[in-house]
């Protein structure tokens, strides 16, 4: 099986713009999340989608945003950036079975840089 | 806040020894307990998880070790071998909360002397 894609690998922004990452999850993977990771904050999470809807929220500003698309696709979506915003954003995915601990599978990650 | 963290920023060892890597956890619902392994422009990679009904799980050549009474999770890694050089995060989830939500500590960089 392939493993969780994340596209593009690289950006560079600068402040104010908005930036659209996205997450292609493991076949048969319901669930997706998404993470921030800074060397001062360690990975945080964002928030988590299954089924086309958001089931839990991290605690990050409004301008940070998500969606799941039917065939489990996700995208995370950054508004007015800030330089704090630049980090590596992380997708994980897992099966989604509710309230049963699952493990979760990590994408290569998308490296955001914000000038 | 109750979170998930790590006793040892760094930890060297020397090819061929055993290596362990500790964390410490504060909240007694947590019941899910995950490590992972991160290399040097990489995600995360899944190395063994572990739940609150089991003390101790193995695999291979990684032993995961759970003492609920002091709330501490150790790793260990035998016959260490350059390849797992890398940062180590331990990740929790409690029963009840979103799957999605994992709790994790902080790292500890994993040097693995030839």
């Known amino acids: 099986k392939a493993g969780v894609t994340q596209t593009p690998r690289y950006l560079i922004k600068t402040r104010g713009q908005q930036v659209t990452l996205s997450c292609s999850p493991i076949?048969?993977?319901?669930?997706v999340s998404w993470y921030q990771q800074t060397p001062g904050q360690g990975l945080q999470f964002l928030f988590e989608?299954?089924?086309?809807?958001?089931?839990n929220k991290g605690n990050f500003p409004g301008r940070f945003s998500g969606r799941q698309f039917s065939n489990s696709r996700s995208e995370m979506n950054v508004s007015t950036l800030e330089l704090g915003d630049s980090a590596l954003y992380l997708c994980?995915?897992?099966?989604?079975?509710?309230?049963?601990?699952?493990?979760?599978?990590f994408g290569p990650g998308t490296r955001l840089l914000v000038l | 806040g109750e979170n998930v963290g790590l006793h040892l920023p760094t930890l060297s060892v020397q090819e061929g020894d055993n290596s362990i890597i500790n964390c410490a956890y504060s909240?007694?619902?947590?019941?899910?307990f995950i490590w992972y392994k991160q290399e040097s422009g990489k995600g995360p990679q899944f190395i063994i998880d572990?739940?609150?009904?089991?003390d101790k799980r193995q695999g291979q050549r990684v032993t995961v070790l759970l003492n609920k009474t002091v709330k501490h999770l150790s790793l260990q890694i035998a016959a260490t071998q350059p390849g797992d050089s890398a940062v180590y995060f331990c990740?929790?989830?409690?029963?009840?909360?979103?799957?999605?939500?994992?709790?994790f500590g902080k790292g500890t960089k994993l040097s693995v002397k030839p």
């Open positions: 909240n007694s619902a947590s019941d899910y």
């Open positions: 990740a929790e989830n409690r029963y009840g909360g979103s799957q999605g939500n994992l709790i």
């Open positions: 076949s048969g993977h319901r669930s």
């Open positions: 572990i739940r609150s009904n089991m």
């Open positions: 994980a995915s897992s099966i989604g079975l509710a309230g049963f601990q699952e493990t979760q599978y």
């Open positions: 989608y299954f089924s086309e809807t958001q089931r």
